[in-house]
């Protein structure tokens, strides 16, 4: 079998070169993409004389067959197809015969891999687009119910102030959409064709590279045609967008690991997204989230070991740019396999309102008791230090915030008077939380309809 690029060479390489350098094993599943701009391409070469009509009609037939081939699963691969563009020309030419061998014209494969990686970008940037809307949609749900649902709220994971369980969801839709638009600006910038740049230089050829773009549907055109097949910025970005959306995702997975522990309870797993032991009749486990927290190391090691990849590079096309697809397809098949997992999940666990509330602690409200002799008038660094003789002392005679008598507080201030008591209450502290953004149900509210604009925006 002779190679596409075997003209200068007087022998076939060696078997175990075959094995590391060829890619077809990973980059097959670029085929739509690649034929997508085959198409194009031979368009163009129409349209600038170097294909007649007739030729450019053989190559556009062919190309069809090709892909059919791809689609019903028919494509035989030979030996000598080292990656998805000599491949799918290599069976072009026995499928139409001369005209084949005209397609590669003014075009390398170093701008036919670059192209192939944005228009394979571009769509994957759409999907997980919308595999996060879903997730954030069943947060969405989750939460409305939950608007008066007090649970504790914690810093350094010790219980601080009490929040609602609606704001606790909410909080993680607002990490969602800022992922969902790093997807978005990623597509943006990876929408211009690297088309017509050839192998670094450039095509002689008088291509029409805007019209060229417009055809495979990229908003634009690059700029420089030895950045451009050199780049491979769409590929970090998008492994990044990934890495710090599976960050978020990790996060959220362990806050239900915990809160599903039986010692809290606050969440109850689902049956259909849990699993049992082998050995432990009483086990339920949260595998989905302990994946999702698990795969979160793979996503940033795809991105760490590409920017690694990356550094040392001189100018122009190196072979190293062909490590861009396999961490790449690794993070977004992981990112399809996890995100519609977590909606499902989160459609299906049921949080527990009175196990929230049983662990309601009254240290929570001391905040509120600071505030309380603020509005009688005591500077705040003051009353801060007051209530923290009032929590000693309650943690002295082992009573919650409320046990300590009037007599108690006024010892340690006359500030203190019978209208404290009113002022332990879960309920009203969340409930005073009004200001945008807060946990106030009223506030939450707001905080959802926002939301589900944003949402309906994108629609
Ligand atoms: N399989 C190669 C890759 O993925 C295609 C580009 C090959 N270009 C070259 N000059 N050898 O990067």
Not at 187 to 196: E, I, K, V
Not at 361 to 375: N, Q
Not at 395 to 410: A, F, K, M
Request: aromatic share 8%; proline share 4%; hydrophobic share 40%.
């Amino acid at each position: 079998m002779t190679k596409l690029w075997g003209g200068r060479f007087a022998a076939e390489p060696d078997a175990r070169l075959k094995a590391l350098n060829d890619s077809i094993g990973f980059d097959a599943q670029l085929y739509v993409v690649d034929i997508a701009g085959s198409s194009a391409y031979a368009a163009a070469l129409e349209s600038a004389g170097i294909l007649t009509p007739a030729e450019a009609q053989e190559i556009q037939h062919g190309l069809r067959k090709v892909l059919s081939e791809f689609e019903q699963d028919v494509f035989v691969l030979q030996e000598g197809d080292e990656d998805i563009h000599t491949a799918v020309e290599r069976r072009l030419g026995e499928l139409i015969g001369a005209a084949a061998g005209k397609l590669h014209t003014g075009r390398s494969r170093n701008d036919q891999v670059a192209t192939d990686g944005r228009l394979w970008l571009l769509d994957a940037c759409r999907q997980v687009q919308s595999q996060i809307r879903g997730v954030q949609e069943m947060l969405i749900s989750a939460a409305e119910p939950h608007l008066e649902t007090v649970m504790p709220g914690y810093t350094h994971f010790q219980p601080a102030q009490p929040i609602t369980a609606a704001h606790w969801l909410m909080s993680f839709f607002w990490m969602l959409q800022r992922d969902a638009e790093r997807f978005a600006d990623c597509a943006r910038r990876a929408n211009q064709s690297p088309l017509g740049s050839s192998a670094l230089a450039g095509t002689p050829y008088p291509i029409d590279r805007q019209s060229l773009a417009e055809r495979m549907g990229f908003a634009d055109i690059t700029a420089n045609s030895l950045d451009a097949i050199s780049d491979r910025d769409g590929v970090a970005e998008f492994m990044f967008a990934g890495s710090l959306l599976m960050t978020h995702l990790s996060r959220f997975a362990e806050d239900i690991i915990i809160y599903s522990n039986p010692s809290l309870g606050f969440i109850k797993l689902p049956d259909v997204y849990s699993t049992g032991s082998s050995l432990m009749p009483q086990k339920r486990n949260p595998d989905p989230l302990e994946l999702t927290r698990g795969k979160t190391g793979r996503v940033i090691g795809n991105l760490s070991g590409f920017l690694t990849t990356l550094k040392g590079l001189p100018s122009g096309y190196n072979k190293d740019l062909q490590e861009d697809k396999e961490s790449l397809f690794d993070t977004a098949n992981t990112l399809a396999l996890i995100l519609p997992v977590l909606a499902g999940f989160i459609g299906a666990m049921e949080l527990v309102p009175s196990k929230m509330r049983a662990a309601l602690d009254e240290g929570l409200l001391a905040t509120e008791l600071a505030d309380y002799l603020v509005a009688k008038g005591v500077p705040f660094r003051e009353a801060h230090h007051l209530v923290g003789q009032a929590v000693r002392a309650a943690e002295q005679q082992n009573t919650p915030l409320s046990g300590l008598s009037l007599n108690d507080y006024q010892q340690i201030s006359l500030a203190f008077e019978r209208d404290v008591y009113g002022w332990l209450d879960f309920d009203a502290a969340v409930k005073k939380r009004t200001a945008a953004g807060g946990t106030s149900p009223q506030a939450v509210k707001e905080q959802i309809q926002k939301a589900k604009e944003i949402l309906w925006a994108s629609d």
